[in-house]
């Protein structure tokens, strides 16, 4: 009985057997397999599953073994070429997690009890389902800073769903978030102890996951003990698994230089512990790719002007105190000596060592660490250039040492690290960009934020996990042995997980302060630890850090993470790590695996004891009711009281609210207004919205307030503008769970598009993404034939329209009817034929329902001023028009609606759904959503497009171009057509920069947050945000934002063209820096149907530009060349777009 109610438990808790734990994940209970076999495709091609532990292009393998080392190396031939291909890199996880997946497996024994593992898995004979297919969708692009990214350059986060029937989606915006979404995917499977395959008990599983911290790495010191190559390599791998993207290797100290300098050859041979056991350039560059194809960016540390005594063996003359005695007064540990700080050698040493470094770091890492710990005081008064112990006398050129230092690596495109004296000890005058790392304490951390500087935090009371193997030096008996005995070292006891997990690298900060902490690292310092017992030193403490790195310290109700949780999910991912080839450490003993964590904690748990009864808190008094004490009072004086008591009310209100927002960081620019209620600027809004002036307006008002975040109150509802990407990532990605579109905009929205995927939050939300998201796989958007169908009937509309005889039309109404002809086909398998018949009551009711809730929405407090009668009968229309499309298929018995479902003909996305749910209001609403999106964002990028191509003739030659040597004029292009034509993608991509398609958008806090930036006076401390506080967000203007882009001169035709034109061929050898172009949203509300509009878009252009050679512009005459920007629910030209298509020669074809 006990072990099945164990077993109840263990399963319920199998949510949390992920190391680290995801941001979000709920999961089923139903059984699935998974085969070698298994389909897997990225971006629509399909990936090889072979076992091979790296891409054959990138490594070549060959085993050895250098002189001196005590384990087998493995050695590396350079790569050819520094191009990382995010096929290349995805495709090498791929092959990665089949052999984990397949030949390192985990079977689960020590987590069950004694002997009842086959009560808790799957029978191995038993009739298996296996996961049919894995499809990776990597929604953006990668750039160089994908791979070698400063702090929050690249976006990690990735979704994650198997689903019920045996698909698997992986959806990432980088191939980062790919790798990091494969190590999740491994550890929902394990292998079943007889062998008969592998398996996972959670299916369906949908996870959405992004990591708290943008730096999360381990330092390595591999300067006072020798580590091969091969063993670097397996720690990046142990690193990768654990979701760390950090490698900071202290490569050098007093007691060896280990990596060879070409210019200065003299450093490693002299420097070395033995010849051969160097680190030559071509291995540096092996660790460094190795490193960026599991996602980790190696940071190397240059220890200076301390710890740099072996420069002397090699460079006597660059040294002072060189290997001084008593050691104890010159250095912290033996052998001393440090660089001279005013002389002209050294200087030179340092420039010829950076030149030699920075074209080896910079195609692999933004950082360069330059030291700066524990530099002795006594040493300068060794030191003929200085002559002096006074931190007076020394500091001076100890500011000259890093600012030469730093100015050389910064005119180099790299940013400075350096460790926390050379700001908590020397207060030296750093630039802003100088990431400064702490290792001392909190009090640290907080000093380096309060001074501006982004930290990285890893106190050695907490995450030094080489503390507690007892001292290292030898005593001589006498006093200095009774002093140290028992030999404990400075920073014992041994910091053990628990420890380690309770960490919180953001303790005691403000808001504002902790948005500086970028992250942290774990650190291994190596005077006792060499490649023997490197892992058990490690691992898996480590992972205790990586999961406050990724996950945070607090879950998503803000409760301290329990350590029992931890603690099993701990010990299963240790016996993953072991499996993997890393000789990492127990958890616990195997009886504390076997049981409920409470029988191995302490204290002992007993029943809490009986509650107290509530407290009576009701007013009471000695003489009588407050009734009759209050009617002795004077109704003058008592409504006097009353007014007192509200003023003091509001005025208590207003001072809390203050603190709140004080606490959590700030205030944005307030804009000013001069009505009460800021009614003006209700008015302007309303007003800006009618005459198509918004994006003029939300320019004018960043630029008046000298910032892109402002707010204002209008009704005394406090409410924050932004076209800041830091914070438009926040509001979408990094704190996605604290906002949302909330109650107001629910309760807005509510009567035309329902409960449906874009009016609702949290739970409600995710169940809409898993009823729609299965309909927009590539299987159903590479589906060209619904769109060739209407294609053809656009065609013949134009025809009749009289296109043929150069007639001037407005193509954007012909676009919009298109778009809605091919989303109702789509939808409902029947096409409202608005090409045919133009007057459709559908399609009229549509525009007008669409009309009159924009202003509802932007009009706020004044939108009951506005008349609904034709919203009221535009519903009517939409909902009469449905009904019986919703009725039919609610009529088709469970095997009909089945066999529609899987069979490509008569497939219909209302059957899918229906397959779902049979809730007619559900199916009502997600049919009204993506009718909305589907139609009028595609209709309207389409419409933009030949606005722009009209203006821009050049585009359309190289467009046809393209079209004409891919498919001449007469193929119809297939989906692979599509994606393989660069200058069509490079056009889709320029109009959707210009014109994104939802250019406004809102969302509401959900808890008391934060926005990153916009607050203080600089504007670059965060923001605090209370909870139900709107947040309007305009990617339109971010992506006009000049500042966001590399310079542009108007009389150099080689510079950047001007970011406010319209150019498809920048993008050729440029891309966007990550959340600067988010066209279609960004994070996990990413556009459900993105890939659906681009194909359907992108085909339309093509096949209408195989028949019509010419588009001419008639615009100029309407708008003098300023588009009208009619943002309603998207942005379309608010008067069209008038155009004449010359048809190509018939003998051309």
Same mark, same amino acid.
């Given at each position: ?5 164990? %077993? ?6 199998s ?9 979000? /994940?709920?999961?089923?209970n139903?059984? %699935?397999?998974?085969?070698?076999s ?14 091979? =532990?790296?891409?054959?292009?990138l ?7 250098k002189w001196g ?10 790569? $050819? ?32 009890p ?5 009560q808790?898995?799957?029978?191995g ?6 996961l049919?297919?894995?499809?990776i969708?990597?929604? +953006?692009? =990668?750039?160089?800073? !994908?791979?070698?990214?400063l ?11 198997? &689903?019920? $029937?045996g698909?698997?989606?992986i959806?990432a915006v980088s191939?980062?978030?790919v ?10 499977f ?12 959670l ?11 943008a ?11 020798w ?6 390599l ?9 979701k ?7 490569i050098?100290?007093a ?9 200065l050859?003299?450093?490693?041979e ?6 051969? %056991?160097?680190?030559?350039?071509s291995e ?9 194809y599991?996602g ?7 220890d ?13 003359d ?8 008593p ?10 000596g ?9 200087? !030179?040493?340092?420039?010829t ?20 710990d ?8 060794l ?10 006398v ?6 000259r ?10 005119a ?7 460790w926390?004296?050379m ?8 630039? @802003?960009?100088v ?6 304490? $909190? ?11 982004k930290?990285?935090?890893g ?7 080489d ?5 290292w ?9 009774q002093?140290y005995?028992? &030999? ?5 006891p041994?910091k053990?997980w628990?420890?380690?997990y ?15 902490v970028i992250?942290?690292?774990v ?10 017992n ?7 403490r ?14 998503a109700? +803000?409760?301290?993470?329990?350590q029992?949780?931890?603690?099993k ?5 240790r ?8 000789q ?22 007993t ?7 509530a ?21 003058k ?33 307030r804009?000013?207004?001069?009505l009460?209620?800021?009614?003006d600027?209700v008015?302007?809004?309303v ?25 204002a ?5 406090r409410?924050?503008l ?9 509001i979408?990605?990094?704190?996605? !769970? ?15 598009l329902?409960?449906?995927?874009f009016? !609702? ?24 034939e ?16 009289g ?10 109404n &012909? ?7 091919a ?14 018949h133009?007057k ?10 669409q ?8 009009a +706020?407090p004044?939108?009951?001023l506005?008349?609904?009668k034709?919203?009221y ?13 919703i ?7 469970p095997?009909?609606l ?5 069979s @490509?003909e ?6 899918a ?5 049979r ?6 609403d997600? %049919? ?6 589907g139609?009028d964002t595609?209709a309207?990028t389409?419409?933009w ?12 030659m190289?467009l ?7 498919l +001449?004029w ?9 994606k ?23 969302r ?27 947040i ?11 500042d966001?882009?590399p ?16 150019c ?6 440029w891309q966007?820096?990550p959340?600067?172009?988010?066209? /279609?949203?960004g994070?996990?509300r ?16 093509v ?14 005459e309407?708008?003098g060349?300023?588009p ?10 608010g ?15």
């Amino acid at each position: 009985m006990w072990s099945s109610l164990y %077993l109840i438990f263990l399963f319920s808790s199998s949510t949390s057997a992920v190391w680290p734990v995801p941001q979000f /994940f709920k999961h089923g209970n139903s059984t %699935l397999w998974v085969s070698e076999s298994l389909q897997v495709t990225y971006n629509g091609q399909n990936l090889e599953t072979k076992l091979q =532990d790296v891409h054959p292009d990138l490594l070549d393998v060959q085993a050895g073994q250098k002189w001196g080392s005590q384990v087998p190396v493995t050695q590396f031939a350079a790569a $050819d070429s520094l191009n990382f291909s995010s096929s290349d890199i995805v495709q090498s996880a791929v092959s990665r997690a089949w052999k984990t997946l397949f030949s390192q497996n985990l079977v689960p024994w020590k987590f069950h009890p004694r002997n009842e593992l086959p009560q808790f898995e799957p029978s191995g004979s038993a009739e298996k389902i296996y996961l049919s297919s894995l499809k990776i969708t990597q929604t +953006g692009s =990668d750039t160089a800073s !994908t791979f070698k990214p400063l702090a929050g350059e690249v976006d990690e986060s990735y979704n994650l769903t198997i &689903f019920q $029937d045996g698909t698997a989606k992986i959806s990432a915006v980088s191939s980062t978030g790919v790798l990091r979404a494969f190590e999740t995917f491994i550890q929902l499977f394990y292998e079943q102890s007889s062998g008969k395959g592998v398996y996972t008990t959670l299916a369906p599983v949908d996870i959405i996951d992004a990591p708290k911290f943008a730096h999360r790495g381990l330092n390595l010191d591999v300067a006072r003990n020798w580590f091969p190559v091969s063993k670097i390599l397996q720690t990046i791998d142990a690193l990768s698994w654990n979701k760390f993207n950090r490698l900071h290797l202290h490569i050098v100290d007093a007691q060896s230089w280990p990596i060879e300098i070409p210019a200065l050859p003299e450093l490693s041979e002299k420097g070395a512990f033995q010849t051969g %056991l160097t680190y030559s350039p071509s291995e540096i560059q092996q660790i460094q790719t190795y490193a960026i194809y599991r996602g980790v960016e190696v940071i190397l540390e240059f220890d200076t002007p301390g710890h740099t005594s072996v420069v002397g063996l090699a460079y006597p003359d660059l040294i002072a105190a060189q290997n001084a005695k008593p050691w104890d007064t010159y250095c912290a540990e033996p052998p001393c000596g440090q660089l001279k700080l005013n002389s002209s050698a050294v200087d !030179t040493f340092i420039s010829t060592l950076w030149n030699e470094l920075i074209p080896r770091i910079k195609p692999y890492s933004s950082y360069l660490h330059t030291g700066g710990d524990e530099v002795n005081l006594n040493v300068y008064a060794l030191d003929e250039t200085v002559k002096s112990s006074d931190p007076a006398v020394i500091k001076p050129y100890l500011q000259r040492f890093m600012d030469r230092s730093h100015a050389q690596i910064r005119a180099a495109g790299l940013t400075p690290m350096v460790w926390e004296e050379m700001v908590t000890e020397w207060d030296l005058d750093l630039g @802003e960009d100088v990431v400064v790392q702490s290792w001392l304490s $909190d009090k640290s951390v907080e000093r380096i934020v309060k001074g501006g500087h982004k930290a990285i935090a890893g106190s050695y009371q907490f995450w030094y996990l080489d503390c507690g193997m007892g001292q290292w030096l030898g005593f001589h008996q006498g006093d200095s042995f009774q002093k140290y005995y028992p &030999f404990n070292d400075y920073c014992s006891p041994t910091k053990n997980w628990r420890l380690i997990y309770s960490y919180d690298p953001t303790a005691n900060l403000s808001p504002s302060e902790a948005s500086l902490v970028i992250g942290g690292e774990v650190h291994i310092w190596s005077e006792q630890t060499d490649p023997v017992n490197l892992d058990m030193m490690v691992w898996p403490r480590a992972a205790a850090a990586g999961e406050v790195l990724w996950s945070g310290g607090k879950d998503a109700e +803000g409760k301290n993470r329990s350590q029992l949780d931890a603690g099993k999910r701990l010990g299963v991912w240790r016996e993953r790590l072991v499996n993997r080839g890393i000789q990492a450490g127990p958890v616990q003993m195997v009886f504390c695996t076997q049981h409920d964590p409470d029988e191995c904690s302490f204290p002992a748990i007993t029943k809490n004891a009986p509650g107290h009864p509530a407290l009576d808190f009701i007013p009471r008094t000695e003489n009588g009711t407050t009734e009759e004490r209050c009617s002795f009072v004077s109704p003058k004086l008592f409504a006097l009281g009353l007014v007192a008591a509200y003023i003091i009310v509001k005025i208590t209100q207003w001072i809390s609210i203050n603190r709140k927002i004080r606490e959590l960081g700030g205030y944005a620019p307030r804009i000013k207004t001069y009505l009460p209620y800021d009614l003006d600027l209700v008015v302007k809004t309303v007003k800006s919205t009618i005459t198509h002036k918004n994006l003029e307006a939300w320019q004018s008002t960043f630029t008046n307030y000298n910032s892109y975040t402002v707010e204002a109150c209008p009704a005394s509802l406090r409410c924050i503008l932004t076209a800041d990407p830091e914070n438009i990532k926040a509001i979408l990605a990094t704190q996605f !769970t604290d906002y949302g579109k909330g109650k107001p905009f629910h309760d807005d929205w509510k009567e035309f598009l329902g409960d449906s995927i874009f009016t !609702t939050d949290l739970e409600q939300w995710h169940n809409s993404r898993q009823l729609i998201r299965p309909q927009f796989i590539k299987d159903r958007v590479s589906d060209l034939e619904v769109f060739e169908r209407h294609v053809t009937v656009l065609m013949n509309a134009l025809n009749k329209f009289g296109v043929q005889q150069g007639r001037e039309i407005d193509i954007s109404n &012909f676009f919009f009817r298109y778009t809605l002809d091919a989303a109702t086909d789509f939808l409902l398998g029947t096409s409202v034929d608005s090409l045919i018949h133009p007057k459709q009551d559908f399609a009229e009711a549509f525009a007008e329902v669409q009309r009159v809730q924009n202003l509802i929405v932007r009009a +706020g407090p004044l939108s009951h001023l506005f008349s609904r009668k034709s919203f009221y009968a535009g519903l009517d229309t939409i909902n009469s028009f449905l009904e019986p499309f919703i009725e039919a298929t609610l009529n088709l018995s469970p095997s009909e609606l089945d066999m529609r479902t899987k069979s @490509e003909e008569g497939y219909t996305f209302l059957h899918a759904l229906a397959s779902f749910t049979r809730d007619r209001k559900v199916l009502r609403d997600q %049919l009204v959503a993506v009718l909305l999106a589907g139609r009028d964002t595609t209709a309207a990028t389409l419409s933009w497009t030949f606005y722009e191509l009209a203006r821009h003739p050049e585009v359309v030659m190289k467009l046809r171009e393209e079209i004409r040597n891919t498919l +001449g004029w007469r193929r119809m292009p297939t989906y692979a057509d599509l994606k393989g034509m660069k200058y069509l993608q490079h056009t889709m991509n320029e109009t959707l920069r210009l014109y994104p398609a939802i250019p406004f958008n809102v969302r509401l806090a959900l808890n008391d947050t934060t926005l990153p930036r916009g607050g203080g006076p600089d504007g670059r401390s965060p923001i605090g945000i209370l909870k139900d506080t709107p947040i309007g967000y305009s990617t339109m203007v971010m992506q006009r934002r000049l500042d966001l882009y590399p310079p542009h001169n108007p009389v150099d035709p080689s510079s950047f063209p001007d970011p406010l034109q319209f150019c498809p061929d920048r993008w050729e050898d440029w891309q966007p820096k990550p959340w600067t172009y988010i066209p /279609f949203n960004g994070g996990p509300r990413i556009c459900i149907g993105q890939q659906f509009a681009l194909t359907e878009m992108a085909y339309t252009l093509v096949r209408l530009l195989q028949r019509f050679e010419r588009i001419e512009n008639r615009m100029h005459e309407v708008d003098g060349g300023d588009p009208c920007l009619k943002a309603e629910i998207v942005l379309q030209p608010g008067q069209g777009v008038k155009v004449v298509l010359y048809e190509m020669d018939s003998e051309k074809v």
